[in-house]
């Protein structure tokens, strides 16, 4: 039997061999045309549908290399057993079937975020505006013809970079390590989820700070951990008088430098007891040495890993603050025999990282460019701090100031409930992704308040912006 063609159109969107594609392929999932019926010849198809004979051969032979049509020479094209159209999209307006209600999926208590992806006042970001892009781009240009560089890297990353962090870390932090203690990841959350999958198992106890970070939290969630936390919203960091509470836990992630969101810089003696309290409790100690880097009061203190000669702690950072986010390129430093079994995590999450920005890094660290890009920056966001700080004694002298030593950002805390989340919503509707206190509190007592970047603005978006979260939190506590 020799199909009709019959009604037959084309939908006058795409090239016209897409558009045939698609209303054959339609006629054939819709068992509009019987099985084992032959299709007109090529060259009938083409003059009744006036298109040249090559494009109606190229569908067909699309066709018949997906199945649905069989070539049979002097006969022509003969329809196959058609597939249930379910599991097809049949049309290019046919509408994605939701899934069963049957089947679960887990989300694990995590979310993403919404809204655009940045904006004035955004935490996490540094001055992009004052990054070398041009000489970053002329490192890249060097590597990037480097067939080295397209195959498979080393389960620990790229030796010169391991270096290069070796070098500076010993140097800049007091990290006891060498390049083999040195595990290269695509930026700091995988460095944390590895971190904590590599000290725990599920239901295994672990702690965190709270007011803390939630990405953090999110990389416990994700390794089904019990997750316990302890105050740190003091200027001096985490509480250390707490620490009984957590006896038992296998392991303590802390920011000890500059802690996040609250700004606490732990003074040695509190580190000291720290450490004494993990060895005890054999706890091992997660260092988040996050934003070490742009200190203005003093010289950072040294790390806890390096208090503890490398033995019980590890260290985790990432160039996300020091260079630029999209990089996605963090660290993890280990006691040394942990450092296999930390890179077949890797391996096992992840895969290889990108050779070519390790590469890039690499070399803007051991030319000398990355020391002065600190230094050049820690001057720059203590002269954006300075002003913030003068703008929010003007604007906002209400607020408690926290975090005002160090970092990239500066977080308020109101004396009066604030819905800072409805707030924050507001603000981002005017282009300011400024972050709520209370999205970091994840134990009692409850705060309300606005954690405020300042790197990636300029001194007037400063100013206005501060001067629009007065005028907005005026309106909201008249409401």
């Not at 020799?2 to 090239?15: D, K």
Request: net charge positive.
């Amino acid at each position: 039997m020799r199909i009709e063609l019959g009604s037959f159109f084309l939908s006058g969107e795409g090239s016209l061999q897409q558009q045939l594609y698609q209303a054959l392929r339609e006629k054939l999932l819709t068992a509009q045309w019987p099985v084992e019926a032959l299709l007109p010849s090529s060259r009938q198809l083409a003059l009744d549908l006036k298109l040249s004979r090559n494009t109606v051969n190229q569908v067909l032979q699309q066709l018949v290399a997906e199945g649905y049509l069989l070539g049979q020479p002097g006969r022509g094209y003969l329809v196959l057993a058609v597939a249930p159209d379910q599991f097809f999209q049949a049309s290019m307006h046919t509408q994605v079937a939701p899934a069963p209600a049957q089947i679960t999926v887990f989300d694990y208590g995590v979310t993403a975020k919404t809204g655009p992806a940045s904006g004035l006042l955004q935490t996490g970001v540094p001055d992009l505006s004052a990054f070398p892009f041009t000489l970053w781009q002329k490192l890249t240009q060097r590597h990037s013809g480097r067939s080295a560089l397209a195959g498979m890297a080393d389960a620990m990353g790229y030796l010169p970079l391991r270096q290069a962090l070796n070098h500076y870390l010993r140097q800049s932090r007091q990290v006891l390590c060498d390049e083999d203690c040195i595990l290269i990841t695509p930026g700091a959350q995988a460095a944390l989820f590895i971190a904590a999958k590599l000290v725990s198992q599920a239901g295994d106890k672990v702690a965190m700070e709270s007011p803390g970070y939630p990405r953090l939290r999110q990389a416990l969630q994700l390794s089904e951990a019990d997750i316990h936390y302890i105050d740190a919203s003091s200027d001096t960091g985490l509480a250390t008088a707490d620490l009984p509470r957590l006896n038992g836990c296998k392991a303590l992630f802390v920011t000890p430098a500059h802690q996040y969101p609250m700004g606490g810089i732990m003074p040695l003696s509190e580190r000291l007891h720290l450490l004494e309290w993990a060895r005890q409790q054999q706890c091992v100690l997660v260092e988040d040495d996050y934003d070490s880097e742009f200190q203005f009061k003093h010289r950072p203190i040294a790390s806890l890993q390096g208090l503890a000669q490398g033995q019980g702690v590890i260290y985790v950072g990432s160039f996300s603050k020091t260079i630029f986010p999209a990089l996605r390129l963090g660290y993890l430093v280990l006691p040394k025999p942990w450092a296999a079994k930390a890179a077949a995590l890797l391996q096992a999450l992840y895969g290889d990282v990108a050779l070519l920005p390790q590469a890039v890094t690499a070399d803007f660290m051991l030319e000398g460019h990355f020391g002065r890009h600190l230094r050049k920056m820690r001057q720059l966001y203590q002269h954006k701090q300075q002003l913030c700080l003068q703008l929010i004694a003007e604007f906002l002298p209400e607020a408690k100031l926290h975090a005002r030593y160090a970092g990239l950002h500066i977080s308020l805390e109101f004396p009066y409930e604030v819905a800072d989340q409805q707030f924050t919503a507001e603000l981002l509707k005017a282009g300011y992704r400024v972050q709520p206190l209370s999205r970091y509190v994840f134990a009692a007592p409850a705060r309300t308040g606005l954690v405020i970047g300042l790197a990636n603005s300029s001194e007037q978006q400063l100013r206005s912006g501060v001067q629009f979260i007065a005028r907005l939190l005026t309106l909201y506590k008249k409401a």
